[in-house]
């Protein structure tokens, strides 16, 4: 079995066969095929945001000032290294990342694929929504997940 030292604090030992990696708190082994799915898994999940401002007077109109991506490449749910380590999954990044936010309400009350996840109250108190009366509410939507994926991250998040 070679060795390969990383210039994090990590280990790579492979084989023909075998891949295993060491971290100062667990090993983590694959099978030479498992390890190639894990590396070179296309597409990567990811969360991309998207943002709509609310002014008095677009609310007026029924429509929004302004809508566009705050972040259109995503935040990568795939777990690295350590998160596999840590027995993380997809899912539960997903999860974590949504906990983390704090309330986000699906767009839908019964689950469909393609479901995304709306912040509403991200813009509240801020320096322009109290001067200008400028609403910002985000979504977050679920890119490359599979339809179980999605379905439950719905259900973790009280969908």
Known sequence: MNRLTLPLPVRLYFS???WRLEFATAR????ARRFRRFVMRQPLAVIKT???IVTLESAEHGDVESRGWVDDVGQSMEPDAYDIADKKTRVSLA???FSNL????PSSSAFHPGI???EPEYGLGT???IEDG???TRAYHLYNFTDAEQETIFNGIGG
């Open 16 to 18: 023909r066969l075998l």
């Open 28 to 31: 983590v082994r694959f099978t």
């Open 116 to 118: 995304w996840y709306t």
């Open 134 to 136: 400028e609403l910002e």
């Open 50 to 52: 998207t943002y709509e």
């Open 102 to 105: 704090g309330y986000v309400e």
């Open 127 to 129: 320096r322009e929504y």
């Open 95 to 97: 999860l974590e990342f």
